[in-house]
Every structure is written in structure tokens, then in C-alpha cells.
């Protein structure tokens, strides 16, 4: 009798990386294998992986191009999702970089530039939020 065969795990092929945020595509390239990390810590899809789901933790994204050439990308959190050939990574914030130190780099500026922006934001939303009860707390006292 012929042993079936699996395709769990298989090296080979290539699968379809797509990494996007709410507000642009970071990524959408073919690549041989990929590393992420999730809550339970790192792991490794290759292309006939069995369809997968994931939720990620902040870390870098390590991918191999089909030259063999590694970019990274590093993720404020998200999900992943792997089906058939085609793996969509969600996530609020996103920086893509070949170079780790530069990566490195590039994410101080930008996700310390989107943090202080978020700040800025609470802090008017509260300021905002203050006044309104201020002005109930006098509306109650008026009669």
C-alpha cells in the first residue's frame, strides 16, 4: 500500500506575503519562508504549511525572499492568517527595512512619532471630555 502523502511542513514553493495596516500596504511579495512571533512565542511557516491563524505580539517579521535575500518587518501586534499559498498579516503599525539596525532606526522615529501623536490626541480628548462637565456641572447648578 502507498503511503499518503502529506504536505504539512514541506520546504519548497513559495507563498504569497501581504502585510498591511489600516492605512497602506507595507508588503505584498512572494517569499519561501517566514518567522513571526506570537503569544506563545516564535514560529516558522513554509509555503505547504497547513492553513494557520495567529495572533501577534510586537516583534520583527522575518521573511526570505525567493533570492534568498531576508527583509524584515517590524509589527505593533496583529494577526496572521495563512491560507492556501497566501499569508495576510494585519496590524496597526508597520516599518519594512532589509537592514535590522537601520530597521531598528526607522521604527524610533516613526512609532515614537505615532506615539506622540496618539498623546497629543488624548490629551484633547480629554481636555475636550473635562469641559464637557464642566459646563454639565454648571448647567445642573444654574436649576
Known sequence: MAQAETTYGEAGG???LVVFTPSASILDEPVTRLVAYGIDGAFGLLPKHVDFTA??????????????RE??????????LKIAGTVRVA???????????ELRRMVREEFLAIDERER???SA???LEAGMI??????????
Open 71 to 80: 527583509l524584515f518587518v517590524a509589527l505593533d501586534g496583529g494577526v496572521l
Open 134 to 143: 464642566r459646563r454639565f456641572i454648571e448647567i445642573e447648578a444654574l436649576g
Open 14 to 16: 513559495t507563498m504569497h
Open 120 to 122: 497629543e490626541i488624548r
Open 125 to 127: 480628548a480629554a481636555r
Open 91 to 101: 496590524t496597526r503599525r508597520a516599518v519594512l527595512g532589509t537592514d535590522l539596525g
Open 55 to 68: 495572533p501577534l505580539v510586537p516583534g520583527i517579521l522575518t521573511a526570505r525572499r525567493k533570492d534568498d
